[in-house]
């Protein structure tokens, strides 16, 4: 049973930073692209962030390029989301997901991801 396990969130203010972690249980993280996702209060879950399987190529929304980076670390089967000069519409759940098939495709697609954490909470305020 593959389990994503998110932490890392909290309350930070305006122009602060967070660095989110991502850890898995029963999947080797770095055989698949993963990516993060993030939902406001009444607003449907959106792409964040995505990293291919090896970690060479990534793909941001551009509400996030030049703030945010994802990155991986295969030794530790986790994945990292650093989030720097946060805004208060950052202000949301964080969801890491995992790619349902193995390769080097990016995704935006919530659909093209098998595997869901919890989520943690991010809150910025102003």
């Known amino acids: 049973q593959v389990q994503l396990v998110e932490s890392g969130g909290g309350l930070v203010q305006t122009g602060g930073s967070l660095r989110l972690s991502c850890s898995a249980s029963?999947?080797?993280?770095?055989?698949?692209?993963m990516g993060w996702f993030r939902q406001a209060p009444g607003k449907e879950r959106e792409f964040v962030a995505s990293?291919?399987?090896?970690?060479?190529?990534?793909d941001y929304v551009d509400s996030v390029k030049g703030r945010f980076t994802i990155s991986r670390n295969s030794a530790e089967n986790a994945v990292y989301l650093q989030m720097n000069s946060l805004k208060p519409e950052d202000t949301a759940v964080y969801y890491c997901?995992?790619?349902?098939?193995?390769?080097?495709?990016?995704?935006?697609?919530?659909?093209?991801?098998?595997?869901w954490g919890q989520g943690t909470q991010v809150t910025v305020s102003s």
């Open positions: 997901a995992t790619a349902q098939l193995y390769g080097t495709t990016l995704y935006r697609d919530a659909g093209k991801y098998a595997y």
């Open positions: 029963g999947r080797t993280l770095s055989d698949y692209p």
């Open positions: 990293i291919s399987r090896f970690g060479r190529r990534t």
